[in-house]
């Protein structure tokens, strides 16, 4: 079946300019996590959704991030006035329904950002 | 403060040998600790969970140990393959709080 998807899978911006990242999850999964995974880096948590749960964002480096999933499904990540230390790849994972939130996570492939 | 360690260096082993990769955790009191398997330009895989009242778990050629008192994990893989040369993640979650804590990942290249 289909996996996690996001779009774009690349995205250059100057630096000041605004993105908006797409994550698509699993049909049916539940909840959502964004990632943001820099050169050399591990991944770091920025953000969980949890069914109609009020969103963990306590990975969010700034309030220049925000992220929105709408109807339980599709999730944006946004970020504003970028910086060229945002520059990274952005993943998104989702948890099935009854799956243990801290279990096997479904990853996309992820939006490569470049700020210029 | 709160650390996972893998191995920076890159390990380099001949195709039928067994590759030995180490996680070590400090400051952390995990629940579970989860093995994912990263090819370049992709996203995270899943290959394994082992929970904290667990030593060892199999799947296939994989194997995967769990030691609270020494606070590492070994990821094993038996009669590797060119095909397993991939970046291997060890992630941990603990019973506060919902994110999966990442190691930066061990590169892994099998030759023949």
């Known amino acids: 079946g289909a996996g996690v998807s996001q779009s774009p899978s690349n995205k250059v911006t100057e630096k000041g300019k605004d993105v908006e990242l797409r994550c698509d999850p699993i049909?049916?999964?539940?909840?959502l996590y964004w990632y943001r995974q820099s050169l050399g880096q591990g991944l770091e948590f920025l953000i969980y959704?949890?069914?109609?749960?009020?969103?963990?964002k306590s990975g969010l480096p700034s309030d220049r991030f925000s992220a929105e999933r709408t109807g339980g499904s599709v999730s944006t990540l946004t970020i504003q006035r970028t910086q060229q230390e945002d520059s990274a790849v952005y993943l998104c994972?989702?948890?099935?329904?009854?799956?243990?939130?801290?279990?096997?996570?479904?990853f996309g492939p992820g939006t490569r950002l470049l700020v210029l | 403060s709160q650390k996972i360690e893998q191995n920076s260096e890159a390990l380099n082993i001949q195709e039928g040998k067994t590759a030995t990769l180490t996680c070590n955790y400090t400051?952390?009191?995990?629940?579970?600790l989860q093995w994912y398997r990263q090819d370049p330009g992709r996203g995270p895989v899943f290959l394994l969970l082992?929970?904290?009242?667990?030593k060892e778990k199999r799947k296939e050629r994989l194997k995967v140990t769990f030691d609270t008192t020494l606070k590492q994990s070994l990821f094993h893989i038996t009669a590797s393959q060119p095909a397993d040369s991939a970046t291997y993640l060890c992630?941990?979650?603990?019973?506060?709080?919902?994110?999966?804590?990442f190691g930066k990942g061990t590169s892994l290249l099998v030759t023949p």
């Open positions: 049909s049916g999964h539940t909840a």
């Open positions: 082992i929970r904290e009242n667990e």
């Open positions: 994972a989702s948890i099935p329904a009854g799956g243990e939130s801290r279990g096997t996570q479904y």
């Open positions: 992630a941990l979650s603990t019973n506060s709080g919902y994110a999966l804590n």
């Open positions: 400051n952390y009191s995990p629940a579970y």
């Open positions: 959704f949890q069914g109609n749960s009020a969103p963990d």
